[in-house]
């Protein structure tokens, strides 16, 4: 049996449609490419009163915050300006075929010598909530670390209240001896040294809901969080 003239017209101005504006059907779904660029310099930062050189990127520590939503492309050029080799590790990121970018030195790259750059090219997929970055090679994670936030599909909201204020705390530690000496006990069959001081950043706020993206990048320690005569809830681990 024929189609009849009203059917297919409207099937004629449907397919029309879709062909002159393509992007109209795919836009709620298609991600954008957003660009980072990590420098890897030394900086001097003082701690419990001793003044150190340490690895940064961008010379902050912690480092950048990197923010990004479900189905973006991430693309990340490190440069190596120290006399270490680097390589950043995407903690928690599902690299689906694109395992290169994962990070581990001598795993799934050549570390990035002196001089030397590499760029971080991968697609967030089905994840959203609070990860961090940091270095994969030689301890170097005691300070060159920060937080990757990856937010929902644009037009999207959260699977709970939209919070007053989103505040990322990064737990970490430091020594005031140097981190080699950690790497010489482990190798010596001893266990790490032990954290002189915790570091963690918040903001205060009175009588408000407040997202805390918590992330622990200490090097050897497991940390509990809370907040006197507050009720924490959970509602995201790991995106």
Known sequence: MGASPAIVMILFVAVACFMAYPEAVTAKHRGITRHYTFNIKLKNITRLCHTKSIVTVNRKFPGPRVITREGDRLVVKVVNHVPNNISSHWHGVRQLRSRWADGPSYITQCPIQTGHSYV??????????????????????????????????????YPFVKPYKEVPILFGNVTESPISSSCNSLHTGGGPNVSDAYTFNGLPGPLE???????????????????????????????
């Open 120 to 157: 971080y090219n991968f697609t967030i997929t089905g994840q959203r909530g609070t990860l961090f970055w940091h270095a994969h090679i030689s301890w170097l994670r005691a300070t060159v670390y920060g937080p990757l936030i990856i937010l929902p599909r644009q037009n999207e909201s």
């Open 209 to 239: 809901t407040y997202l805390l993206r918590l992330i622990n990048a200490a090097l050897s320690d497991e940390l509990f969080f809370s907040i006197a005569d507050h009720s924490l809830t959970v509602v995201e681990a790991d995106a």
